[in-house]
């Protein structure tokens, strides 16, 4: 089983929107993470560095969390990590949870501190038709 160790090296946050200016009522926020490379330490470790960015559209803010992601395991499991890398693969879901949870963290705290929307999707509160009606339920717009 892989273990996976965050280290935030770190953490930039810029409002661009006017702080006596109300923001729009409609904001589209935009998540990216990108693991950078994924480096074999020894047999049982590799470390994945990472970018998390927040984007806002129109332009009110920016977030970025750089880091690097330590993970361990054992020797096959890292060996074949290693391997699907090489191979332009995704690093496993483990990695990609670890680094999305805690800088998703981060990135709440510093968009409290700015004044801004924090990154999460929306909390619809369903109608009272919408909740007997049969069929797929509609969702809340979220980009990702």
Excluded: C, H
């Excluded at 969390?65 to 890292?78: H, L, M, T």
Aim: charged fraction near 15%.
């Amino acid at each position: 089983m892989l273990r996976v160790t965050i280290q935030v090296t770190n953490i930039s946050g810029e409002r661009y929107w006017a702080a006596d200016n109300p923001l729009p009522s409609q904001v589209q926020i935009a998540v990216n993470i990108n693991i950078v490379g994924l480096d074999q330490k020894n047999e049982s470790t590799a470390e994945a560095p990472f970018v998390f960015t927040v984007s806002y559209i129109p332009s009110i803010a920016q977030l970025s969390i750089k880091g690097k992601a330590q993970i361990s395991g054992d020797r096959a499991e890292v060996s074949q990590m290693i391997d699907e890398s090489k191979r332009n693969r995704p690093p496993p879901a483990t990695v990609i949870q670890a680094v999305s949870s805690i800088a998703m963290a981060d990135a709440i705290i510093i968009s409290r501190s700015l004044g801004i929307p924090p990154p999460l999707p929306p909390m619809g509160v369903p109608t009272e038709g919408a909740a007997q009606q049969p069929g797929p339920r509609k969702e809340s717009r979220y980009t990702t």
